[in-house]
C-alpha cells in the first residue's frame, strides 16, 4: 500500500519563503509531483520531477520555486520562494509512473502567503 505523508506548509508573508516535504512508502515512483488547489478553484499541476531529476514547472512558479526528490529516501521537496499571496492553496504530493499519470496523492498540505 502506497502511501505519502506531506509536511511544512503554514503561514508566512508575501516575499518569504517555504519548503514543503513529501515521504512515499510501499515503492518508488518514476514521476513525483507537486499539485495545488486554492479556495474556489480547480486543482492545478505546480512541478513534477522525473527519478533521472529532470524537472518542469507551471509558468506562474518557474524562478520561485525548486522541486527536488531523494531516490534513496523517496521523499520530494518543494522548496517555494518570493512566495505571493496567490500561491494561497492546499498543496498536494502525487506520484505516478507515467507522464501526466498520478496515481497517489498525499493528504494535503496548506499553504497561505498574507500580503
Known amino acids: 500500500q502506497v502511501q505519502l505523508v506531506e509536511s511544512g506548509g503554514g503561514l508566512v508573508q508575501a516575499g518569504g519563503s517555504l519548503r514543503l516535504s513529501c515521504a512515499a512508502s510501499?515503492?518508488?515512483?518514476?514521476?513525483m509531483a507537486w499539485f495545488r488547489q486554492a479556495p474556489g478553484k480547480e486543482r492545478e499541476f505546480v512541478a513534477r520531477i522525473r527519478w533521472d531529476a529532470v524537472t518542469y514547472y507551471t509558468d506562474s512558479v518557474k524562478g520561485r520555486f525548486t522541486i527536488s526528490r531523494d531516490n534513496g529516501k523517496n521523499t520530494v521537496d518543494l522548496q517555494m520562494n518570493s512566495l505571493k499571496p496567490e500561491d494561497t492553496a492546499v498543496y498536494y504530493c502525487a506520484v505516478g509512473s507515467s507522464l501526466n499519470t498520478y496515481n497517489y496523492w498525499g493528504q494535503g498540505t496548506q499553504v497561505t502567503v498574507s500580503s
Open positions: 510501499g515503492r518508488t515512483f518514476i514521476y
